[in-house]
């Protein structure tokens, strides 16, 4: 009986092994085909789709297959669940998958695999909305869906803007820039860069005094694309700062030669006597041989004058022999200038930049009678001297193209309008940040010859030279620019406290090269005494020699400040018994009954 049981209860086992074996097999199959088909819902009881990857990494999954002949709704349902998307196809986004297969894919690519070009599909927030062709245009060109914007700009003008964010706009987008700024700089007396007489125009008037404004209207998704243009328009430009050196070389040379004859009672070497004046009052002066030739004293027929420079500098030599008088010049000269200049100019980018060193000469270029018989004269100005204008165009690796125009004139004296006597040119270069660039060539050469004689007498051999004379003049002019630019990115590259440095070497040294006895100098001397005491901890000597200090000079700023220092230090409470502190005290007690707020 006992085997019996025995026996029974193995039996019973047996079965139940092979029921639960059963059961996990089943709900592995199960589990398999739900990894399959996504999460349970409307049509997840039919063979939808599989995924071979279980997990979504990073949005991307590396195959779907989809059932043969599903519907796009069915395929939207089992896209959103695999990668945890909220997706609201419309009842007219309806229709057959022509594939089965997508391999390797991102959700925004599934999602045009399915859509294909029938359907298209906005996402608002967290929520995905698919509509048909008809309701997708429909719906973006509602009105009511149109809103609007306020761009600021910084360093793009309105104007600039506003035609660079159409192209992104839609038909029914409208945008409005604010007034344009004025682009020039009054001459100091009216509108416009060249000045003027009249005030009316000058500063800008009421224009607008705030940053650049664009108000942009339009649908969302055309904003959005106008921002981006802005952001990556509006950035700060850069900056080109140019280092200029100009080297102008002028060499003249001068050579004359000549001799005055006088012959059988000229002329007398030694001088004559003449009366000037009228028959009420005259006088006897002595004239020199010189005084008499430029007086123009009659000498005899054979009388030769003006070969010599009467008055001049150089060799003058006077012989004489009876009633034979010559006076001989000879002369030669050489001038040497040399200008150099060494300006820093700092342009933006595209921006033009020019300096001048020379002169502006006025002159009447057009006179206007009026009918009233009033006459109108225009007056312009010649520009003449060494005269850089340039223009920077910042590249990308560190190259700069810069248009270029150096020029060197003078002017021709005498000449009424004024003639202008130039060497310029113009060019378009491209250079490397930080290099030098040479201009030169720019160079005058002038060669003039003059040759007075008596006709016939002036060309006999070796005895021609007393009845000539000759000046040659030689002149020689070149200019030399030596330009290195660099890009500048934030104001402080441009070493500006080295400048400043410089500045404050060049203002001590004008100061230590004044009279010592001057009360400009002495006030220095003292200053740099009471500085020392100061520095060295003697603070009243410091104080009774500031003070001496503002005897001399009353203004004198930095020793005004020290005078104040030294006296809140050593006596705090005569601080507010310093005059300036009064005043200004008494100044914002009355503010209030003057000051309309």
């Known amino acids: ?151 600021t700009l910084y360093y793009i003008t309105a104007e600039e803007a506003s035609k660079l964010i159409k192209p992104v706009l839609s038909g029914a987008g409208q945008v409005q820039a604010s007034t344009a700024a004025e682009t020039e700089i009054s001459g100091g007396g009216g509108s416009g860069s060249s000045g003027g007489s009249s005030l009316s125009g000058g500063g800008g008037g009421d224009s607008l005094a705030l940053h650049d404004t664009l108000i942009v209207y339009d649908y969302p998704e055309n904003i959005a694309k106008a921002e981006e243009v802005i952001v990556a328009l509006d950035i700060r430009p850069k900056q080109v700062l140019v280092e200029a050196t100009i080297l102008s070389v002028l060499l003249t040379e001068g050579m004359s030669l000549g001799v005055d004859l006088n012959l059988l009672g000229g002329v007398s070497l030694t001088g004559a006597e003449a009366q000037t004046g009228d028959e009420y009052n005259t006088a006897v002066v002595k004239q020199t041989v010189l005084e008499q030739i430029a007086a123009g004293v009659a000498g005899t027929a054979l009388e030769t004058a003006g070969f010599a420079t009467v008055g001049g500098s150089g060799l003058r030599i006077g012989v004489r022999s009876g009633n034979v008088t010559a006076f001989i010049t000879a002369l030669e000269s050489i001038t040497d200038v040399t200008v150099l200049a060494n300006p820093k100019i700092l342009a933006l980018n595209k921006q033009e930049g020019s300096v001048l060193i020379g002169t502006k000469t006025g002159y009447d270029s057009q006179t206007t009678v009026s009918e009233g018989g009033t006459a109108t004269t225009k007056v312009e100005f010649l520009k003449t001297g060494t005269q850089l204008v340039f223009r920077p165009y910042i590249g990308n690796d560190g190259y700069i193209r810069m248009d270029i125009y150096p020029k060197d004139s003078s002017l021709t004296p005498g000449k009424e309008p004024p003639e202008e006597v130039t060497a310029e040119l113009k060019t378009n270069i491209i250079v490397r940040d930080g290099e030098t660039i040479v201009i030169g060539g720019l160079f005058r050469d002038y060669v003039r010859t003059i040759r007075s004689q008596i006709p016939l007498l002036g060309d006999l051999p070796l005895v021609g030279a007393a009845f000539r004379s000759t000046a040659d003049t030689v002149q020689r002019q070149e200019v030399i620019i030596l330009l290195t630019p660099h890009i500048i990115d934030a104001a402080d590259q441009t070493d500006g406290e080295a400048r400043v440095a410089d500045i404050g070497r060049k203002r001590y040294g004008a100061r230590m090269a004044l009279q010592w006895a001057g009360r400009a100098r002495l006030a220095e001397d003292r200053y740099t005494e009471a500085v020392k005491y100061y520095l060295d901890g003697d603070s009243q000597a410091a104080l009774d020699k500031v003070s001496s200090v503002l005897e001399l000079r009353p203004t004198y700023l930095e020793a005004l400040r020290l005078k104040e220092r030294i006296i809140s230090e050593t006596a705090p409470d005569d601080v507010a018994t310093i005059e300036r502190v009064m005043l200004d005290v008494i100044e914002r007690e009355e503010a209030n009954k003057w000051l309309r707020r």
Not at 7 to 28: E, H, P
Not at 44 to 67: C, L, P, T, Y
Not at 84 to 103: A, C, E, M, W, Y
């Open 1 to 151: 009986m006992y085997c019996e049981k025995k026996s029974s209860y193995k039996i019973k086992n047996r079965k139940d092994l092979f029921v639960w074996g059963f059961v996990l097999v089943v709900m592995a199959a199960i589990a398999v085909g739900s990894a399959g088909q996504g999460p349970i819902g409307a049509g997840a009881n039919e063979s939808i789709g599989r995924a071979d990857v279980g997990v979504i990494a990073g949005g991307k999954i590396q195959s779907i297959s989809f059932k043969k002949d599903m519907r796009v709704q069915d395929a939207l349902r089992f896209l959103g669940g695999r990668y945890q998307k909220n997706i609201v196809p419309s009842p007219r986004v309806d229709g057959v998958l022509g594939f089965t297969s997508l391999f390797d894919v991102t959700f925004e690519e599934a999602m045009d695999a399915i859509l294909g070009t029938n359907f298209k599909y906005e996402q608002s927030s967290n929520v995905i909305k698919v509509y048909s062709k008809e309701e997708y245009k429909k719906f973006k060109e509602d009105e009511s869906r149109m809103i609007h914007k306020v761009f």
